[in-house]
């Protein structure tokens, strides 16, 4: 009788006995397997004891704790004297401020990432009775963990976690939607955007904007609760790039940053164009990244050529690839100019303005050397900057016909021989005056200092000497 009470006693508990020749050998539980549960989803292991030691008697997932059991929750666990355990990792976005509230008979305890927030642990027979507590959540993946025993009578358990919505608490912006995706449907000239469900507990709505590439301001194109919308906006000659970026608004009325913002182009764009001069055959090699946008079509290729008197933008053909070689060109000193359009499945081609563009990213101005050096010097001023003497270099010649490529500036002691040079470089070819500044670092040691410059061509060619200029630098 002594070894049956014994045995009874223990099998209650965390350890099954069995009797092997008149001695008590202990025998462990049979570890549950592993379960994987969804998203947000608790996953539940049940003791048959109240301290959780040793392996579970059964592992499942629970989608919420609401549980009143009257007796065994299940089998192999005994009415009174068991655990239960819910645990479940989760993104809380931005976080904020959240209510975790706990109702229960007997022991319950809560813990955010192993810090203990609620505690009621004590027996309480059939009654129930409840705790809530407010606390701010940090942003990103916490871990929350609900300790439960049952001792004796009814077990009776419920917990949630529910964001504070209201202005007056929660004062953090959600997060800014990511995932965002656009797709152009080239039959319909309208765009889808989607993106991923923000991880924010308190999502009120999503907003969708668009604005013009070159452009500051964005318009609101819709706001929505779901995670994609297409686009009704149709441009007439569909070659305007957009951007598009979502923001996230909770119940709070907190309204996210942009997503990052995602560009549309209804036209694929020549993004860059590079070329080169062979002085043996007279040709120009052209070159560009090959577009690979599922709407594209071909590519027309045009240089700005002399026609009746005026400049204009002639078709040299058409290609599917990304390189062009032209015809032989007279070596002439100036600038020839490239420029590469590309057309849709829709058939739309690349907007082709009749003027010059430095700035268009599908244009090329490239210099033809001839071996003739520049004819005429350019114009130097002098002045003073912090620490020295600037020089400042322009020469008004019209961009399309330029023979110079970049300015060299000199200088020397009054007083000496030797010339030095200060500066040797390109300009902007974008205004219509080319110029290039220099601050020359000098002491201030009372010296006069003389300035002058010259011009170059892409083959080594210089132009004549301006003027010289001189500045004296006042000493310190």
């Known amino acids: 009788m002594r070894h049956k009470s014994l045995v009874a006693a223990v099998s209650g508990g965390a350890l099954s006995a069995v009797v092997l020749g008149g001695l008590l050998a202990v025998a462990p539980q049979a570890a549950a397997a592993d379960v994987t549960c969804s998203t947000n989803v608790y996953k539940r292991t049940f003791y048959k004891n109240t301290s959780f030691p040793g392996s579970p008697v059964k592992t499942d997932c629970d ?23 819910w645990s479940v990792t989760r993104d809380f976005g931005s976080g904020g401020p959240f209510t975790f509230t706990a109702s229960a008979t007997d022991g319950v305890r809560v813990y955010l990432d192993g810090v203990r927030k609620i505690d009621l642990w004590q027996g309480t027979g059939d009654t129930a009775r409840s705790k809530s507590v407010n606390l701010t959540v940090p942003s990103g993946k916490h871990t929350l963990r609900v300790d439960y025993v049952n001792w004796t009578g009814a077990a009776k358990i419920k917990y949630t976690y529910t964001p504070r919505t209201t202005a007056t608490y929660d004062k953090t912006k959600p997060l800014a939607p990511a995932g965002v995706r656009t797709a152009y449907n080239t039959t319909t000239r309208k765009t889808t955007v989607s993106w991923s469900a923000n991880k924010e507990m308190d999502l009120a709505s999503y907003s969708l904007y668009r604005r013009p590439v070159g452009g500051s301001t964005w318009t609101k194109v819709t706001t929505t609760t779901g995670r994609s919308h297409t686009d009704p906006l149709v441009n007439p000659d569909d070659r305007t790039p957009y951007y598009y970026e979502v923001r996230a608004k909770d119940k709070a009325g907190n309204t996210s940053s942009g997503s990052t913002d995602t560009i549309v182009r209804p036209l694929p764009v020549v993004t860059s164009l590079t070329g080169t001069y062979d002085k043996a055959t007279g040709k120009v090699s052209l070159t560009w990244p090959l ?8 590519y027309t290729v045009l240089s700005n050529d002399l026609v009746e008197g005026s400049y204009e933008w002639v078709p040299l053909g058409t290609t599917k690839g990304n390189t062009w070689t032209t015809g032989p060109i007279t070596a002439d000193g100036e600038t020839r100019h490239y420029r590469v359009l590309v057309t849709n499945d829709g058939g739309t081609t690349t907007y082709n303005p009749r003027w010059l563009d430095a700035n268009a990213t599908n244009e090329l101005w490239l210099p033809v050397p001839d071996g003739i050096a520049p004819a005429y010097a350019p114009d130097l001023a002098v002045g003073a900057c912090e620490g020295g003497i600037r020089a400042t270099v322009s020469d008004s010649t019209p961009a399309p ?3 110079f490529v970049g300015f060299e500036v000199e200088r020397r002691q009054l007083g000496t021989q030797t010339w030095s040079v200060v500066m040797h470089q390109g300009f902007d ?13 000098l002491p201030a040691d009372g010296k006069t200092y003389q300035y002058r410059a010259r011009s170059y061509d892409s083959d080594g060619n210089y132009s004549p000497y301006s003027e010289i200029a001189a500045l004296t630098r006042p000493t310190g």
């Open 63 to 85: 989608s919420a704790i609401d549980q009143s059991w009257s007796g065994s929750p299940l089998s192999g666990v005994p009415t009174n004297n068991f655990g239960v355990r």
């Open 291 to 298: 577009n690979t946008e599922p709407h594209f079509d071909h």
């Open 401 to 403: 016909i330029r023979d």
């Open 429 to 441: 070819p974008r205004p219509a005056t080319a110029t290039a500044t220099v601050c020359d670092a």
